[in-house]
């Protein structure tokens, strides 16, 4: 019991390592006393109690082995907690190795052999149940990073590898990917029209006045014989047009061409409503143009329109790709799609709507597989045969696949709980 409060009082932490030992050294000596009073009064069967020195050395004997004991016993108590429900019980239990201990030297070889018989099975006990896996926590490990085991899905792909957030190992991955070797991003190829009701004072290139917040107001400019103005800095091209009462900036990247340019200012037309996405009351500030091999899209800061190729393989978004699995029941899969095509009974090919002005167009595979569907999808600039394979080749992720990939709940471990673990890992390594 002295032991058992000594430790008690070190695992809470209220008590400083000074005070610790102090008690430390207070206890031992009174379990020494403690055991020279026993051993005093039972001298006679004891095969060490002939004389004082042989009492002491049977004292310290007693109260090495029974410590020992006790504190095997505590770790197994720790991983088995059932009989810390009742204390007098764990108390008198925790008194059983001293007792055994003792037994050691008591004359009579059948009381010496049953304490060692009894010593033994404890010890195969005690490893058995330091050995012994903890619980499956996979269901714990599920709840705690709020993940379903019906949508867990994992695949590899050859040259990919999956982020961490949901790495199975060995390549397998369920969430997100990105190449092992990633081409470089090509330049960015788009145009955008802005439009401005007011001029900057005195900003002015090659005599003509400069919209206000416009993308071209430095640079350089040239006078062409049509009237227009090519206008041109480091990061944009393009021409400034009067139209209506507005002023139209058609600006664009230096991958995109000046003739190309020169023909949307040429063409410029108020935005239909299905350019601008329905009927608007300030469908007078949005301002669209043909430009051949390129689709608009409206935006609203600046309020204009912005042509990116249709295509939309030059740029926004990067060569990863995204494993989404989710409940098929409701979710319409082509919702959200401007192309949706069946290639089989379970296969469907989908390219995603931008759901804003950076956000780049998608496109990818959904399988149906039994209650979900599995979609793997990336920028147009991933390859269509990839997202396709992958998809198909997605398939359930395992137990130990899951328990790889999600951190254990956290948990408050005591010291004791430590000091079983690294018990538990030299135990396995035998």
């Not at 206008?231 to 393009?238: I, K, M, S, Y």
């Amino acid at each position: 019991m002295l032991w058992q409060a000594l430790a008690a009082a070190g695992l809470a932490g209220g008590v400083s390592p000074a005070g610790v030992v102090l008690a430390g050294v207070v206890a031992a000596a009174a379990v020494l006393a403690g055991l020279m009073v026993v051993i005093a009064g039972t001298r006679d069967v004891s095969i060490l109690g002939g004389s004082v020195g042989r009492r002491v050395f049977w004292a310290l004997l007693v109260m090495g082995g029974g410590t020992v004991g006790w504190a095997l016993g505590s770790l197994v108590d720790a991983a088995e907690p059932w009989l810390t429900n009742d204390p007098l019980v764990t108390s008198l239990l925790g008194g059983v190795p001293f007792a055994l201990a003792a037994a050691l030297f008591v004359r009579g070889w059948w009381v010496s052999v049953t304490a060692v018989g009894l010593i033994v099975a404890m010890l195969v006990a005690t490893v058995v149940v330091l050995r012994r896996e903890p619980p499956d926590d996979l269901e714990a490990r599920l709840a705690a990073n709020n993940v379903q085991r019906e949508t867990s899905y994992a695949v590899a792909v050859p040259g990919y590898q999956p982020n961490a957030g949901r790495d199975y190992g060995n390549g397998l991955g369920g969430a997100s990917f990105f190449p092992m070797h990633p081409d470089p991003e090509p330049p960015a190829r788009y145009v955008t029209i802005t439009v401005s009701d007011r001029l900057a004072p005195g900003e002015q290139l090659c005599g003509q006045p400069t919209a206000q917040d416009s993308q071209l107001a430095s640079g350089d400019c040239t006078i062409e014989p049509n009237g227009l103005v090519y206008r041109h800095n480091p990061p944009l091209h393009g021409y400034q047009v009067p139209f209506a009462r507005f002023f139209v900036t058609v600006a664009g990247t230096p991958t995109v061409g000046q003739d190309l340019l020169r023909a949307a200012a040429l063409s410029l037309r108020p935005a239909s409503a299905d350019e601008m996405g329905g009927d608007r009351e300030d469908a007078g500030l949005f301002v669209a143009a043909t430009i051949p091999g390129y689709t608009g899209r409206m935006t609203e800061a600046p309020p204009g329109m912005r042509y990116d190729p249709v295509d939309r393989t030059d740029s926004g978004g990067d060569t990863g790709f995204t494993m989404e699995v989710t409940y098929a029941d409701g979710n319409d899969i082509c919702l959200a799609a401007t192309e949706c095509k069946p290639e089989g009974a379970d296969l469907t090919y989908v390219r995603l709507r931008m759901l804003g002005p950076s956000n780049p167009e998608t496109h990818g595979y959904v399988v149906r597989r039994g209650r979900v569907n599995v979609s793997v999808t990336g920028a147009l600039r991933v390859d269509r045969t990839l997202l396709r394979q992958a998809a198909l080749d997605a398939r359930p992720a395992t137990d130990d696949e899951l328990r790889r990939a999600l951190p254990p709940p956290r948990r408050q471990y005591s010291r004791i709980d430590r000091l079983r673990e690294r018990l538990r890992e030299r135990l396995r390594s035998f």
